[in-house]
């Protein structure tokens, strides 16, 4: 199966790569403002000096309820290890529209080369394509948080998958 699912990737990666370097270029022209209100309230609220680690993680649950949501949190400590770290939960729906039309357009490519492709594939390379695309935001909040430095002085911001690998966001 894995094989198999190796194989559908590779016959299609270049239709993904399209499809991302689309999205990126749509999330440069995207109105930030709600989502920067969002996150300078949660800051603003923490007080004149936030310390610890700031940590923006996506929801790999979130592609499955389509909900999109990113996680940020300050954690004194390592991230996850604190149980209730001030937290607040953004929807980032709007970087992620036209995915389904997307994932139709794999799917038909796939199927002239694959037979019978199974839901679970298909659930598979959605799967795989929202992981790309979630690693891939990190691009539109480097952008956020930059003019957010010009108001609030921030520290180190990590940027990964919630309760998984995160890396500081200017390292990436």
């Known amino acids: 199966m894995m094989e198999r699912m190796q194989e559908m990737i590779e016959a299609i990666q270049a239709e993904i790569e399209n499809a991302v370097d689309k999205k990126k270029k749509q999330w440069q ?9 969002k996150v300078q309230a949660f800051l603003e609220k923490q007080g004149a000096t936030i310390e610890g680690h700031l940590v923006l993680t996506y929801l790999k649950s979130s592609y499955i309820t389509n909900h ?3 996680k940020i949190a300050i954690y004194l400590d390592e991230p996850f290890v604190e149980l209730y770290p001030p937290r ?3 929807s980032m729906k709007p970087l ?3 995915v389904e039309t997307d994932m139709d357009v794999f799917t038909k490519r796939l199927k002239q080369d694959f037979s019978r492709m199974m839901a679970s594939e298909i659930e598979e390379l959605r799967k795989y394509y929202m992981e790309l695309l979630y690693i891939e935001s ?3 909040f480097k952008q956020l948080f930059s003019e957010l430095k010009n108001d609030i002085k921030l520290p180190a ?4 998958a919630e309760l998984g690998e995160v890396k500081l966001m200017e390292e990436m």
């Open 96 to 98: 992620f529209v036209d």
């Open 157 to 160: 911001v990590f940027f990964g």
């Open 29 to 37: 022209q995207l109105e930030t403002r709600e989502v920067k209100t």
């Open 68 to 70: 999109h949501k990113f």
């Open 88 to 90: 607040d939960y953004i």
């Open 138 to 140: 990190v691009m539109f």
